[in-house]
Protein backbone atom coordinates (compact mmCIF):
# COMPACT_ATOMS: atom_id res chain seq x y z
CA UNK A 1 0.00 0.00 0.00
CA UNK A 2 1.42 3.31 -1.23
CA UNK A 3 1.66 6.17 1.67
CA UNK A 4 0.50 9.48 0.16
CA UNK A 5 2.70 12.58 1.41
CA UNK A 6 1.91 15.18 3.64
CA UNK A 7 1.81 17.72 0.56
CA UNK A 8 -0.43 15.81 -1.65
CA UNK A 9 -2.85 15.44 1.69
CA UNK A 10 -3.10 18.85 2.09
CA UNK A 11 -3.26 19.17 -1.62
CA UNK A 12 -6.15 16.54 -2.31
CA UNK A 13 -9.42 18.14 -0.64
CA UNK A 14 -9.01 21.28 -2.74
CA UNK A 15 -8.81 19.19 -5.64
CA UNK A 16 -11.72 17.13 -5.14
CA UNK A 17 -13.85 20.42 -4.20
CA UNK A 18 -12.50 21.91 -7.30
CA UNK A 19 -13.56 18.72 -9.25
CA UNK A 20 -17.34 18.90 -7.41
CA UNK A 21 -17.42 22.43 -8.46
CA UNK A 22 -16.95 22.32 -12.37
CA UNK A 23 -19.13 18.93 -12.42
CA UNK A 24 -21.65 20.62 -10.83
CA UNK A 25 -21.71 24.34 -12.54
CA UNK A 26 -25.30 23.65 -13.05
CA UNK A 27 -26.40 24.30 -9.69
CA UNK A 28 -24.30 27.17 -9.64
CA UNK A 29 -24.91 30.42 -11.19
CA UNK A 30 -21.93 32.62 -12.86
CA UNK A 31 -20.85 34.64 -10.08
CA UNK A 32 -20.92 31.63 -7.59
CA UNK A 33 -24.34 31.94 -6.01
CA UNK A 34 -26.10 28.49 -6.16
CA UNK A 35 -28.94 28.93 -8.21
CA UNK A 36 -32.01 28.57 -7.03
CA UNK A 37 -34.51 25.71 -7.70
CA UNK A 38 -38.20 26.84 -8.80
CA UNK A 39 -40.19 25.56 -5.61
CA UNK A 40 -44.32 25.02 -6.94
CA UNK A 41 -44.69 26.14 -10.96
CA UNK A 42 -41.54 26.51 -13.95
CA UNK A 43 -40.25 29.36 -13.83
CA UNK A 44 -41.48 30.72 -9.99
CA UNK A 45 -37.76 30.77 -8.51
CA UNK A 46 -37.38 34.08 -9.62
CA UNK A 47 -40.50 35.41 -7.80
CA UNK A 48 -39.77 32.31 -4.74
CA UNK A 49 -36.38 33.75 -3.92
CA UNK A 50 -38.43 36.25 -1.94
CA UNK A 51 -41.83 35.28 -1.63
CA UNK A 52 -42.73 32.59 0.74
CA UNK A 53 -44.91 31.67 3.35
CA UNK A 54 -43.37 34.33 5.36
CA UNK A 55 -45.33 36.61 3.38
CA UNK A 56 -48.28 39.10 4.81
CA UNK A 57 -50.65 37.15 1.82
CA UNK A 58 -48.83 33.34 1.25
CA UNK A 59 -48.25 32.54 -2.20
CA UNK A 60 -46.93 28.83 -2.06
CA UNK A 61 -50.40 27.90 -1.37
CA UNK A 62 -50.94 28.24 -5.42
CA UNK A 63 -49.95 24.90 -5.30
CA UNK A 64 -52.83 23.62 -3.63
CA UNK A 65 -54.85 24.98 -7.02
CA UNK A 66 -55.52 24.66 -10.47
CA UNK A 67 -53.21 27.41 -11.30
CA UNK A 68 -50.18 25.21 -9.58
CA UNK A 69 -50.94 22.08 -11.20
CA UNK A 70 -47.66 21.12 -12.98
CA UNK A 71 -49.16 18.17 -14.89
CA UNK A 72 -51.42 20.57 -16.85
CA UNK A 73 -49.69 22.24 -20.14
CA UNK A 74 -52.15 25.67 -19.51
CA UNK A 75 -50.54 26.16 -16.20
CA UNK A 76 -49.32 29.66 -16.03
CA UNK A 77 -46.49 30.95 -14.45
CA UNK A 78 -45.88 33.76 -12.17
CA UNK A 79 -44.76 35.87 -15.06
CA UNK A 80 -47.94 35.38 -17.12
CA UNK A 81 -50.49 36.95 -14.27
CA UNK A 82 -47.86 39.71 -12.72
CA UNK A 83 -45.81 40.48 -16.03
CA UNK A 84 -41.74 40.39 -16.37
CA UNK A 85 -41.73 42.77 -13.83
CA UNK A 86 -37.41 43.63 -14.64
CA UNK A 87 -37.84 46.67 -11.81
CA UNK A 88 -39.59 45.13 -9.16
CA UNK A 89 -37.52 41.79 -9.24
CA UNK A 90 -34.27 43.79 -9.48
CA UNK A 91 -34.77 47.12 -7.22
CA UNK A 92 -33.26 50.11 -9.59
CA UNK A 93 -30.69 52.26 -7.42
CA UNK A 94 -31.46 55.23 -5.90
CA UNK A 95 -34.98 53.97 -4.71
CA UNK A 96 -35.79 53.34 -1.40
CA UNK A 97 -39.39 51.51 -1.97
CA UNK A 98 -39.28 48.40 -4.58
CA UNK A 99 -41.51 49.00 -7.37
CA UNK A 100 -44.80 46.71 -7.69
CA UNK A 101 -45.04 44.41 -10.56
CA UNK A 102 -46.27 45.01 -13.92
CA UNK A 103 -49.65 43.62 -13.47
CA UNK A 104 -50.38 44.29 -9.39
CA UNK A 105 -53.84 42.44 -8.30
CA UNK A 106 -53.97 44.18 -4.77
CA UNK A 107 -57.04 46.79 -3.29
CA UNK A 108 -54.58 49.96 -3.66
CA UNK A 109 -53.36 48.27 -6.93
CA UNK A 110 -52.47 51.61 -9.77
CA UNK A 111 -53.11 49.31 -12.52
CA UNK A 112 -56.55 49.56 -14.39
CA UNK A 113 -59.10 47.10 -13.75
CA UNK A 114 -59.23 46.31 -17.31
CA UNK A 115 -55.71 45.01 -17.28
CA UNK A 116 -55.89 43.03 -14.61
CA UNK A 117 -58.98 41.59 -15.52
CA UNK A 118 -57.56 40.71 -19.15
CA UNK A 119 -55.32 38.68 -17.28
CA UNK A 120 -57.78 36.65 -16.31
CA UNK A 121 -59.22 36.52 -19.81
CA UNK A 122 -56.63 35.55 -21.63
CA UNK A 123 -56.82 31.98 -20.47
CA UNK A 124 -60.58 31.88 -19.25
CA UNK A 125 -62.63 34.15 -21.69
CA UNK A 126 -65.64 31.87 -23.20
CA UNK A 127 -67.96 29.31 -21.56
CA UNK A 128 -69.79 30.90 -18.64
CA UNK A 129 -67.04 34.42 -19.58
CA UNK A 130 -68.52 34.85 -22.81
CA UNK A 131 -70.86 37.85 -21.62
CA UNK A 132 -68.11 39.35 -19.27
CA UNK A 133 -67.82 42.72 -20.80
CA UNK A 134 -71.68 43.30 -21.12
CA UNK A 135 -72.20 42.13 -17.99
CA UNK A 136 -72.94 44.38 -14.74
CA UNK A 137 -69.99 43.79 -12.88
CA UNK A 138 -67.19 44.45 -15.55
CA UNK A 139 -69.68 47.81 -16.25
CA UNK A 140 -69.09 49.11 -12.61
CA UNK A 141 -65.79 48.10 -12.34
CA UNK A 142 -65.27 44.86 -10.03
CA UNK A 143 -62.46 43.10 -11.00
CA UNK A 144 -62.33 38.88 -11.21
CA UNK A 145 -59.91 39.69 -7.72
CA UNK A 146 -62.83 41.39 -5.98
CA UNK A 147 -64.60 37.93 -5.40
CA UNK A 148 -61.78 35.40 -6.50
CA UNK A 149 -58.76 34.66 -4.55
CA UNK A 150 -55.63 32.71 -5.95
CA UNK A 151 -52.72 32.27 -3.97
CA UNK A 152 -55.37 30.14 -1.88
CA UNK A 153 -56.81 26.80 -1.74
CA UNK A 154 -60.31 27.63 -0.45
CA UNK A 155 -61.55 30.07 -2.51
CA UNK A 156 -64.64 31.87 -0.91
CA UNK A 157 -66.43 32.51 -4.03
CA UNK A 158 -66.20 28.73 -5.62
CA UNK A 159 -67.46 27.14 -2.02
CA UNK A 160 -71.63 26.90 -1.80
CA UNK A 161 -71.23 27.31 2.18
CA UNK A 162 -68.80 30.64 1.67
CA UNK A 163 -70.23 31.97 -1.29
CA UNK A 164 -73.26 34.05 -0.31
CA UNK A 165 -70.66 36.25 2.20
CA UNK A 166 -68.74 37.09 -0.74
CA UNK A 167 -71.54 37.85 -2.63
CA UNK A 168 -73.29 39.66 0.46
CA UNK A 169 -70.71 41.76 0.56
CA UNK A 170 -71.73 44.34 -2.12
CA UNK A 171 -75.47 43.05 -2.24
CA UNK A 172 -76.81 44.16 1.27
CA UNK A 173 -80.08 44.45 0.58
CA UNK A 174 -80.10 40.89 -0.49
CA UNK A 175 -78.89 39.50 2.55
CA UNK A 176 -81.25 41.34 4.62
CA UNK A 177 -84.23 39.75 2.35
CA UNK A 178 -82.78 36.25 2.59
CA UNK A 179 -83.39 36.58 6.60
CA UNK A 180 -87.31 36.92 6.36
CA UNK A 181 -89.39 34.45 7.09
CA UNK A 182 -90.21 33.54 3.93
CA UNK A 183 -86.62 32.64 1.68
CA UNK A 184 -85.07 30.83 -0.42
CA UNK A 185 -83.08 28.25 1.66
CA UNK A 186 -79.76 30.01 0.74
CA UNK A 187 -78.64 30.24 4.50
CA UNK A 188 -79.83 26.31 5.10
CA UNK A 189 -77.12 26.35 1.98
CA UNK A 190 -79.40 24.11 -0.19
CA UNK A 191 -78.66 26.52 -2.81
CA UNK A 192 -76.45 29.59 -3.55
CA UNK A 193 -76.70 32.48 -5.39
CA UNK A 194 -74.61 31.11 -8.84
CA UNK A 195 -77.59 28.90 -8.90
CA UNK A 196 -79.85 31.45 -10.27
CA UNK A 197 -77.10 34.04 -11.71
CA UNK A 198 -74.12 34.41 -13.61
CA UNK A 199 -71.87 36.45 -12.02
CA UNK A 200 -70.14 36.82 -15.34
CA UNK A 201 -72.62 38.20 -17.21
CA UNK A 202 -74.74 36.86 -19.35
CA UNK A 203 -77.70 37.37 -22.13
CA UNK A 204 -80.42 37.46 -19.40
CA UNK A 205 -82.62 40.04 -17.22
CA UNK A 206 -79.97 40.56 -13.71
CA UNK A 207 -77.57 38.20 -15.38
CA UNK A 208 -79.99 34.94 -14.86
CA UNK A 209 -78.44 32.24 -15.76
CA UNK A 210 -81.30 31.57 -18.28
CA UNK A 211 -82.19 34.13 -20.92
CA UNK A 212 -85.58 35.04 -18.87
CA UNK A 213 -86.81 34.94 -15.41
CA UNK A 214 -89.20 32.21 -15.73
CA UNK A 215 -87.00 30.01 -17.45
CA UNK A 216 -84.66 30.31 -14.66
CA UNK A 217 -87.43 29.61 -12.46
CA UNK A 218 -88.44 26.79 -14.21
CA UNK A 219 -84.76 25.07 -13.60
CA UNK A 220 -86.17 24.11 -10.06
CA UNK A 221 -89.73 24.31 -10.08
CA UNK A 222 -90.80 22.40 -13.27
CA UNK A 223 -93.90 21.46 -11.50
CA UNK A 224 -95.30 25.10 -12.42
CA UNK A 225 -93.65 25.10 -16.39
CA UNK A 226 -96.85 23.29 -17.44
CA UNK A 227 -97.66 23.45 -20.52
CA UNK A 228 -101.76 23.57 -19.23
CA UNK A 229 -104.63 23.86 -20.66
CA UNK A 230 -105.28 27.46 -19.12
CA UNK A 231 -102.23 29.46 -18.14
CA UNK A 232 -102.37 32.02 -15.65
CA UNK A 233 -100.38 35.05 -17.81
CA UNK A 234 -98.23 36.60 -14.93
CA UNK A 235 -96.55 32.82 -14.99
CA UNK A 236 -95.80 32.72 -17.96
CA UNK A 237 -94.60 36.38 -18.12
CA UNK A 238 -92.05 36.99 -15.20
CA UNK A 239 -92.04 35.16 -11.61
CA UNK A 240 -91.08 38.24 -10.06
CA UNK A 241 -95.29 40.26 -10.66
CA UNK A 242 -96.05 38.12 -7.78
CA UNK A 243 -92.92 37.01 -5.74
CA UNK A 244 -89.59 38.21 -4.44
CA UNK A 245 -86.98 35.20 -4.99
CA UNK A 246 -84.67 36.40 -2.03
CA UNK A 247 -87.20 36.53 1.01
CA UNK A 248 -89.85 38.24 2.15
CA UNK A 249 -92.21 38.44 5.43
CA UNK A 250 -95.38 36.97 3.12
CA UNK A 251 -95.71 32.73 2.99
CA UNK A 252 -94.32 31.08 -0.30
CA UNK A 253 -92.37 34.58 -0.76
CA UNK A 254 -95.41 36.55 -2.08
CA UNK A 255 -94.65 40.54 -2.44
CA UNK A 256 -97.79 41.01 -0.62
CA UNK A 257 -100.57 38.55 0.73
CA UNK A 258 -103.83 37.87 -1.04
CA UNK A 259 -106.12 39.17 -1.74
CA UNK A 260 -103.96 42.33 -1.54
CA UNK A 261 -101.31 40.84 -4.24
CA UNK A 262 -104.20 39.81 -6.20
CA UNK A 263 -105.85 43.30 -6.41
CA UNK A 264 -103.44 44.61 -7.96
CA UNK A 265 -104.50 43.35 -11.03
CA UNK A 266 -107.71 42.15 -10.39
CA UNK A 267 -110.29 45.16 -9.67
CA UNK A 268 -111.95 44.08 -6.61
CA UNK A 269 -115.32 46.20 -8.36
CA UNK A 270 -115.65 43.25 -10.35
CA UNK A 271 -115.83 40.05 -7.99
CA UNK A 272 -119.06 38.79 -7.52
CA UNK A 273 -118.60 39.15 -3.67
CA UNK A 274 -118.21 42.76 -3.47
CA UNK A 275 -115.30 44.46 -2.53
CA UNK A 276 -112.83 42.82 0.27
CA UNK A 277 -112.70 44.01 3.32
CA UNK A 278 -112.18 42.97 6.88
CA UNK A 279 -115.15 44.82 7.83
CA UNK A 280 -117.11 44.36 4.80
CA UNK A 281 -118.71 46.82 2.86
CA UNK A 282 -122.80 47.62 3.69
CA UNK A 283 -125.17 47.08 0.90
CA UNK A 284 -123.02 45.11 -1.20
CA UNK A 285 -124.42 41.24 -1.40
CA UNK A 286 -123.40 38.71 -4.65
CA UNK A 287 -126.70 37.89 -4.41
CA UNK A 288 -126.96 35.32 -1.67
CA UNK A 289 -127.21 37.86 1.03
CA UNK A 290 -123.56 37.74 1.92
CA UNK A 291 -120.94 40.91 2.43
CA UNK A 292 -117.71 40.94 1.35
CA UNK A 293 -116.32 40.25 4.66
CA UNK A 294 -115.77 36.58 3.62
CA UNK A 295 -113.45 36.76 1.30
CA UNK A 296 -110.33 37.94 3.17
CA UNK A 297 -110.92 35.17 5.78
CA UNK A 298 -108.06 32.62 5.92
CA UNK A 299 -105.93 32.29 2.58
CA UNK A 300 -108.50 34.78 1.07
CA UNK A 301 -108.63 34.69 -2.87
CA UNK A 302 -106.82 31.17 -2.40
CA UNK A 303 -109.49 29.25 -0.81
CA UNK A 304 -111.22 28.96 -3.93
CA UNK A 305 -108.75 29.67 -6.81
CA UNK A 306 -105.91 27.03 -5.78
CA UNK A 307 -104.45 26.45 -9.42
CA UNK A 308 -102.70 29.80 -9.34
CA UNK A 309 -100.17 28.87 -11.60
CA UNK A 310 -102.28 26.82 -14.24
CA UNK A 311 -105.22 24.37 -14.63
CA UNK A 312 -106.06 21.42 -17.09
CA UNK A 313 -110.11 22.11 -15.95
CA UNK A 314 -111.85 20.79 -19.10
CA UNK A 315 -114.93 22.41 -18.29
CA UNK A 316 -115.86 24.58 -20.83
CA UNK A 317 -117.86 27.06 -18.74
CA UNK A 318 -117.45 30.73 -17.51
CA UNK A 319 -115.38 29.99 -14.53
CA UNK A 320 -113.26 27.48 -15.76
CA UNK A 321 -110.33 29.55 -16.88
CA UNK A 322 -110.10 30.68 -13.21
CA UNK A 323 -108.12 28.71 -11.89
CA UNK A 324 -110.32 27.13 -9.58
CA UNK A 325 -110.34 23.82 -8.05
CA UNK A 326 -112.87 21.30 -9.09
Known amino acids: MRVVSGSIRRWLPA???????????????????QARKDLIITGDAVCTRCHDET????????????????????????????GDSPTHINKPEGVSVRPSPDIHFAKDSKTA??????????CHQGDKLTHWQTGMHAARDVSCTSCHQMHTQHDKVRDKRTQPEVCFACHKEQRALINRPSHHPIKEGKI??????????STGDKMLVRDTVVETCYTCHMEKRGPFV?????????CTI?????????????????????????????????????????GESSGTGTSGLGITQGRACLNCHTNIHGTNNPFNDTTAGRALRR
Open 15 to 33: ALLGLVLLGGTSAWSADGA
Open 192 to 201: VCSDCHNSHG
Open 230 to 238: RSHQPVTED
Open 55 to 82: EAFPVLAIGKTRHGTVADGRTPTCTSCH
Open 113 to 122: IADRDQVCLN
Open 242 to 282: CHNPHGTVNDNLLKQRPPFLCQQCHEPTGHRGGAPSFTGTP
